[in-house]
Each structure stands twice: as structure tokens, then as C-alpha cells.
């Protein structure tokens, strides 16, 4: 036989079948080139939060507490905007204990301060992207998981001036979005487990408070049966995992009736609602319109373009929901009832930032919901597109809406990752410690307990590493304590260290 005419395998006999596997092969390449692009991306702009940005003032207020927990004060801040005094379970610390007591353990380790801080974070930010990994393949397989991952990175809330800096910062919203996306993930097998880790979310953030609806839509879809046979059904299912989100508040509301005693516990209990009620804010007299605007332009991205990509995406998760809802399998209830607790959670957040007018144009307020809500919505408008019907001209327009989201997310994703290499508009942390060096040595030497932030801001961060607690110039526990400023001193200089000076007591 002829070699040159001899058949050669399948794809000889069966030219279609050898072009499948080379679109095959292709896309294959291209997801794992894209998969280590977006690694390599999220890990620049992890590496940058953990070691390159400074320490600010958030972060450092709630340092206070773990540094006090070692140092036998309890579960204590400094108290600087309450009074500043040792203040025990201090409302004004929003992120909980779940993110502060891993801390304490790390920092009584002996590592650096700032590392044992953000390392923490840094955990929790891991543990989101591979939940998002993990809920966007069991939604759409391996791309819906990969849009997923990539939200995150191409969101940023680092623009005003309560941001969230980074990833590693030592703050309540990424551990809160971590957690409820695994509640996500264990809810349709161990809905117990998933009340459970909301309410561990609840104590690392306790607006996740909010994602409470997204849950119950989110189990009223996964119950069976119609009219009262499924309310009776939603309510066997529901009734154990209310009790598992309420257990974590327990506990630690417990320990502060143990630690305040009776009354201490009331005014404590008190000053949680008002804190709540009003956000720690004054009226920031902000608008629905204003805020909307700061969300789209929280992207990395001119904010028309973010606003349509979100519309597109959200059209997309809508059809696929609608096409599917009477005629879905098992595993597609599990996605319509991820896809519904996402639009709930997602409109909860955001709905509530938005006409909330004292608030001011901080995205870092709705953020754990759209860390965790927002990508989940993406990977659906895969899912939607897969299961769209085989009228040709329908799946295009589905595959050409789901590119340009794909498209939206990564240049998002890119502009973030390079805004990392732009020069620094503040003080790197680099920078940042070697001006808190010689303060340091001046309050050791002087056995220097408190020092005043003057004012609120970027004082407070050298204050707390230099290790002294930190107060507020204006309180009145504060009066005859020296002040620490990033300007000039109005009384003697008692140590000037280039960027940071401390002054005499007025």
C-alpha cells in the first residue's frame, strides 16, 4: 500500500473530528495562557499590598487591638475615636474578630508588626479567588471560572480616602466576601455549614449583615415542592442554618457580658446600634446618582465603559434564568439559585450604600458584596450563553455580549495590575518605616505611653508602630500628652524624623 495514500488515524478518515481537536487544543492553550496572565496579575497587585503601600490609618487602628489582646488589655482598641482610652469591644472597630484574633496569634509569633497584620487579609483574599474559582466551574465550567476569578482583580476601591489600599489590607471586607462565597459553595449539600460561615462573615464585617436575603432567595430556590408544601420545605431547611449564623454573634457578644459585666455590656450594646445606624458618619449629604457614578469608576476603567459591560453581563445572567427557570435540571437550580442570591446580594449592598445619602462616595462600604455578588453574576452570563438555544443567530449574539464582558474585565484587570508600577502619590511603606524609626527609639527611650494624632490620619499609623498607644489631639484624655504630625509643630520639636515630627504638649 501506498504510504503517502495509507490512512493516518481518525483525523485522516475524519477531517472534521482532527479540526475539533485542533479548536480543541487551541482552546486550551488559550485558557491556560490567560489562566497565568491573571495569576501573575493577582499576584503583582498582592505583592504590592503586602510590602510596597503604607500602613494607613484603618489598618492601624485595628492593630490596636490584637497588640492589646497580647499585652493583657482584652479585646481592647486604643479607643481614639471613642474617648481615647482603652476601650474594650470598642464599636468603632467594624472588622471582627475573625480577621483580629489569626493576628494576635501571628504577632505574638515576633514577626513584623505591618506583616502580621496583612498576612491575614492576604489568606483571605486566596481563599475568595478560589472560591470564585470553584463556584464559577460549577456554574459554567472552566472560563465562567476564570471571568470569576478575574473580577476582583479588575475592581479597585483604593480612590478615596477610606480605601481598601489592596488585598493584604488589614480590613474586614475581603475576609466578609471570602466567606460568603464558600457559604455559596456548601450551601445546596450543608446549608448548616453555609449559616455558619455567614455568620463568621458577620464577625469579620458586620454589614455582611445584608447578604442575609441573598441566602434565604437563594434556599427558596433549592427547595422543593409548591406553594406552602415548598414554604414548609424552606423552613425545614432554613431553620438550623439561622441558628449556625447566629452562633459566632453569640459567642462574642458573650464574651463581652463576661468582660463588661452587666451594664458595661449595655452601653456597649448601645453604642453598637448607633454606630450601625449611622455608619460612623456624619451626613455626607451624597446622591443614588453620585454614588452609582463612584461604583462604575471603581473598574480601573472610563465609567461608561464598566456600566455597560455590567449591563451586558447582567442582560446575559437575566436570559439565562428566564430560558431555564421551568425546564431546569437539578444542577441548573443550583446555578438559577446562586445567579438570584447574587442579584439580591449584589442590589442589597449596593441598593443600601447608594441611598444611604450619609454615606460618603466610599466603595469600600458595598465592597464585600460586590467582591463576592459581582463575579458570581459574571460567570451566570457564561452559564447563560452555553445553555441559550441553537438558533445561530441567537448563540453569536451571546458569544459576541459574553466577549465583550470578557474584554471589559480584563482591561480592567490590566489597568489595575499597572497602575501598581505607577509612581506612588504617598509615602511607600518602605518610606513609611524609615520615618518611624527614630520615633520609635525616642519613645523607648522615653518610656512614652501615649502619643495625640494630629490629626486623624496619617499620624495614627506611626503612632501605633512605634509603640505607643494612639488618641486624638482633640480629647480630653489627651491633654498634656505630646502630638505627633506630619506638619509643623506649633510647640518644641522633640524629635523630627523627616516625614513625621513629635511635639511637645501644648
Known sequence: MDPVAAPVGPAARHPSAGA???????????????????????????????????????????????????????????????????????????????????????LATGIDPVLAARLVPLAYWVLLLAGLAVIGRRIGGRWAALLAVAVPLAFTANASVSPIQGPADLLGEIPAAALLVWALIVLPRRAWLAGLLVGLAIQAKLIVLLALPAFAIAL??????????????????????????????????LAALMSLGLSGFVDHLRSLVGFVRSGGQGDAATSVVQKLGTLAESWSLPGVIAAVGAVIAIALAVTGIVLRWRSATPEERIVIAYALAAFVGALAFVGWWATASRLPLWVRHPAPGILAFFPIIAAVAVW?????????????????????????????????????????????????????????????????EWLAADPWGAAVAPIVLSGAHVGLFDAEAMQGVPRLTGGVCATETLVDSGYFRICAAP
Request: proline share 6%; charged share 15%; glycine share 6%.
Open 384 to 448: 447563560a450563553v452555553v445553555r441559550m438555544p441553537r438558533a445561530r443567530a441567537m448563540r453569536t449574539a451571546g458569544f459576541v455580549a459574553a466577549s465583550v464582558v470578557a474584554l471589559v474585565v480584563a482591561a480592567g484587570g490590566v489597568v489595575h495590575v499597572a497602575a501598581q508600577f505607577a509612581p506612588p502619590t504617598l509615602i511607600t511603606l518602605e518610606q513609611q518605616r524609615a520615618g518611624i524609626a527614630p520615633l520609635a527609639a525616642w519613645v523607648a527611650d522615653n518610656d512614652v
Open 220 to 253: 427558596w430556590v433549592l427547595s422543593d415542592g409548591r406553594g406552602w408544601a415548598r414554604v414548609r420545605d424552606l423552613l425545614g431547611r432554613a431553620w438550623l442554618p439561622l441558628v449556625m449564623v447566629a452562633v459566632p454573634t453569640l459567642l462574642f457578644e
Open 20 to 106: 475539533r481537536l485542533a479548536m480543541t487544543r487551541t482552546r486550551t492553550i488559550l485558557f491556560w495562557a490567560a489562566a497565568v496572565a491573571l495569576l501573575v496579575g493577582h499576584v503583582i497587585v498582592a505583592w504590592h499590598s503586602l510590602v510596597v503601600w503604607r500602613f494607613w490609618e484603618d489598618e492601624a487602628f485595628n492593630l490596636t487591638v490584637p497588640q492589646n489582646l497580647l499585652a493583657g488589655l482584652g479585646y481592647s482598641s486604643d479607643g481614639a475615636l471613642s474617648g481615647s482610652t482603652i476601650t474594650p469591644f470598642d464599636p468603632r472597630i467594624s472588622t471582627g474578630p475573625v480577621v483580629l484574633l489569626p493576628v494576635t496569634v501571628l
